[in-house]
């Protein structure tokens, strides 16, 4: 299969104000491949990601989508192009139901079939959503939500998927059944991946390339599997 990269970050440099959150952070994510930015609280994930999907201002840098440059564009363009960002936290509509939430992540799409088959994908992935879809997404578990938050970034139909720490705060069963899904979107549906995560274990077991970053800087970019057995990976990040 010829390597295409779909998603090419060239010495990103993001802050809030007087603060360097990114100091040149470079990386590339293959189309059809799960790739995973790992570090510690602080590191620069979250920046990295909202870098990439305009809800920042890069103060350096490029980024390129899909062979185009698309540093700085506003959100709204970016996810018009296929690239979609569930961010830290989830924010569902806590007031409007799973099957709400689920339409609005369609309301850029026209094609009524594909958005009722991608939804039925959604409830398959996730049973727990199908059982749920009449109820506020708001008194949902934080797992069920983060499900949702992610079938709802499927409804419009991405070709590269952005999560951010998709484990946080969730109970260990859920986490796995998320993370099975995770493998299954990029499968099936050849959706590329950049997933972000402070569980490096879990992220490095999925993925197939992973960056470690911290304050801001690129410490590793190997395989995922050489990182799993790099000695410094494995006493900072995978506890030993
Ligand atoms: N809204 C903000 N205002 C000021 N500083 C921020 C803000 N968000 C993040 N930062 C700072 O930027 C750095 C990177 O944060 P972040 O990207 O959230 O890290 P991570 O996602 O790896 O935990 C940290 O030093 C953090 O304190
Ligand atoms: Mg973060």
Redesign the pocket.
Known sequence: MEVVNMLEIENLEVG??T?K?LHGVSLRVNQGSIVTLI??????????LRAISGLIKARGGKVRYDGEDITNLPPHAIVARGLCHVP?GRMVFANLTVEENLRMGAYLRKDKPGVAADMEFGYEMFPRLRERRHQAAGTMSGGEQQMLAIARAIMSKPRCLMLDEPSLGIAPILVRSIFEQIVAINKARGITILL?EQNANLALAVSHHGYV?ET?KVLFDDTSAALRTNPQVRAAYLGG
């Open positions: 809030y104000g603060i959150a570090g510690a609280n602080g590191a620069g994930k979250s920046t990295t830290e972000v970053l801001g």
